[in-house]
Every structure is written in C-alpha cells, then in structure tokens.
C-alpha cells in the first residue's frame, strides 16, 4: 500500500479531489518541470538541435517502461484520438467485416470507426452492456471468423467494468483479427503488459492515470506496424533530421521503429517534461501497487455507498481504480455541482457516478464525501 501522499500535490486541505478520470492534479515536481520547459523558449538560444531528440528518446523509454515494450515502439502523439487516427489508418478491414466495441465506449474510440467501417464497407458492431456487468465474457461472445478487429478500452470509462485483455486478445488472433487499445483511463493505475496482451495499438492520452499535463500522450505500435503509414509526414520523423544543415536532402527514409507515427512538434519543451516526471514518479511508486491502494480505497467507499443503497458493479469485475456508483432512481439531478459546492468533485458519466480516488486522497476526503453525500440522497 501506498501512504498517502498529498504532500506531493497542490490540493488545498479542504478539497476532496475524486475524479482523476476527469483530470489528475500535476504532480508538484511536474508542474516545476513545465513551467522550466516553457520557459526554456525565453532563451531560443539555449535550444540546440540535439535537444529536439533528447527528451524525445528519454519518453519513449520512460513509458515503454509502463507497457513492458522498448522505445523503439512508442510514438509521441497529441491525444488518444491522434494514435487511433494512426491505427485507423493503418487497420485491415474488408467489406462485410465487423468491427467491435463496446456500448457507451468513449466517442474518441468509436468516430474512427464509425468512419473506417463506412469506407470500407465494414459493420460496426456495439457490444451491448452485459447485465451481469461480465463485459469479458461479452466480447468473447461477440467474437467471429468476421471479426476484423476490436477497438477497447483496458476498462470502461464510465464506471470502470474492467475486461482481461489477454483473453480476449487471444481469442481474437485465434479469428485472426487485431486489437486496437484506448487505455486512456486506465494505463499508469492498472497494469498493462504488451507482451502479454499482443495488441497492434495502444493509444494513451497523458492527462489523466498518467498524470501528465494536457495535450500529450503516447502511442505503441506493434513491430508489424512499424512500416506503416502515418498520418501527416513531418521533418522529425525522416532519417537523419538530426541534420538541420541537411533538411532540404529530402528524404524518402524514416526515423526507425514507431517514431514514423510521431505528430510534427512533437519535441514538446513544455509537455514533454511533465509527462516525463509524472511517468517517473508512477515506476517509483510501481503501478500494481497504485493499483492496489486504490483498489483498497474504491472496495471501502462502494462498500460505505452499498450502506445508502448505491450500486456498483462486483470487485472483481471493476478496475480498482475506478469506481462507478448507480442510484436506485437514477441520478438526483445536479449531483456532481452540489458536492462540488461543497468542494467534493466526482463526476457523472451516463447514469454514473465516478469515484476515482488517487494516492493524494485521505481518509478524510472519503469521511467529506460521505458526510456530503447523505445530505443529498
Ligand atoms: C476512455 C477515454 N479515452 C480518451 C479520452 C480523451 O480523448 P482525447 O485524447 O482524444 O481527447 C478520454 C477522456 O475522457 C477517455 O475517457
């Protein structure tokens, strides 16, 4: 278990901060790193050409470390949305085949879709919410010799109904069909092995488990990918751009591995450091233990919120980080404003309401919330 650990936050003592889905807080140490970044650009000269690569290569590293990869395989993208545009574009999808993802999915991995399958004379198919909460055993249901891919998440986005990956993984090479991932909301705070898991793409927006600032992320892209086509082509990611004298020897060649992928300006001097002392400080503290500690703290409030007649779907079916909470007669109307007048902050996706506690939460925020919450149910 992880002690709480506030004290590397900026979270004022009386705020009860429980929607790191929405957004995490920056780590202090984060927060020092980006305004360092930013304002490395007062002095343009102090930016040597070596530097465009620096911090690049230092990410790509840090957060292969995170999926058990190598750096050659991450590239540095804007959002979850630019890396699945890039694996959109580099998906196999023929006429008549499916593509599957699940109901209420994030609309960030379904437009793509929606537009890939209508190019291509493919069905999107949406894997209804199962009643037992059991979407693993959903898609294995849904999963035919028509089955081009799945697009997924590692959990769901809206109340945290968790899915194992390497079975569904496996079943899906077995149909010889792909995996492309969102794990926007669950990578830095549930574990995530690629090796196991075997996925083409995994895209990952920075500014939420991973506690990142805005505006950056990460995409992996398994070797077979790696010769693909991106979606912009920028100066960066062709060979020998490290040779700013010799841009203009246009070059057909690209960077190796997936920096081809790579979005233009991705040598980010404000972002990239953030992100990369975020990711730092997640391998520190290990993320099957955050996983733990937040497991531990979302079993305690479910089981308080049971109390109050609140349901949640079954431990082993949720990620420990997240937390969704359903009211007997659905939402009372302007729940997530009320508790954040009182400086509680969840957030309300569907009809649920998110929980998603991080390792700045005490005991005490639980205890507000609660003591909040009965004033209003
Ligand atoms: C599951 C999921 N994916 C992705 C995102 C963010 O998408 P993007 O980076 O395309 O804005 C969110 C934001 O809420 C999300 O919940």
Redesign the pocket.
């Known amino acids: 278990m992880i002690p709480c650990r506030r004290d590397l936050f900026d979270i004022p003592e009386d705020v009860a901060y429980f929607n790191c ?2 957004m995490s807080p920056l780590l202090r140490a984060a927060a020092s790193a980006g305004d360092t970044g930013l304002r490395r650009k007062s002095q343009p000269w102090t930016i040597s050409p070596a530097d465009f690569f620096s911090d690049t290569e230092a990410a790509r590293g840090l957060f292969s470390r995170l999926i058990n990869a190598s750096a050659d395989d991450i590239a540095i993208i ?5 890396g ?1 545009a890039v694996a959109a574009a580099n998906m196999v999808v023929n006429p008549g085949q499916k593509i599957l993802v699940l109901a209420e ?2 609309p ?2 379904v437009y793509p879709w929606r537009d890939l399958a209508r190019e291509k004379g493919a069905t999107l198919v949406t894997i209804e919410r199962p009643e037992d909460g059991d979407w693993t055993a959903a898609i294995m249901q849904s999963i035919g010799a028509d089955t081009a891919f799945a697009a997924l ?1 590692h959990c769901h ?1 809206t109340d945290g109904g968790i899915i194992d990956l390497v079975e569904v993984s496996a079943a899906l090479r077995e149909v010889g069909a792909a995996l492309v991932l ?1 794990v ?2 669950s990578l830095g705070a549930l574990p995530l092995d690629v090796q196991a898991v075997r996925p083409n793409f995994v ?1 990952a ?1 920075c ?2 488990w991973l506690m990142g600032p805005y505006s950056i ?1 990460f995409l992996y892209a398994a070797a077979q990918h790696q010769s693909g086509r991106p979606i912009e082509h920028n100066w960066a990611s062709r060979a020998n751009a490290e040779d700013f004298s010799g841009l203009v020897n246009y070059e057909d060649g690209f960077m190796p591995g997936a920096r081809r992928f790579d979005v233009g300006e991705r040598s980010n001097f404000a972002l990239l450091p953030p992100a990369m002392e975020a990711i730092k400080q997640l391998l520190i503290w290990g993320v099957p233990e955050i996983q733990e500690t937040l497991r531990t703290m979302t079993d305690d409030i479910a089981a308080k919120a049971a109390k109050m007649g609140l349901s949640s779907i079954p431990p082993k079916l949720r990620a420990g980080h997240f937390l969704g909470l359903r009211f007997p007669d659905g939402i009372p109307g302007g729940l997530a404003d009320r508790l954040a007048a009182e400086k509680v902050y969840v957030s309300v996706r569907g009809d649920s309401m998110r929980v998603t506690p991080h390792v700045y939460n005490a005991q005490s925020d639980i205890e507000k919330l609660f003591h909040v919450l009965r004033t209003m149910v």
Request: neutral net charge; aromatic residues 22%; hydrophobic residues 25%.
């Open positions: 889905a929405y804007p959002s979850a949305s630019y699945l999915q994030f960030s991995n998440p986005w969102d926007t909301q895209s927006a500014y939420k992320g």
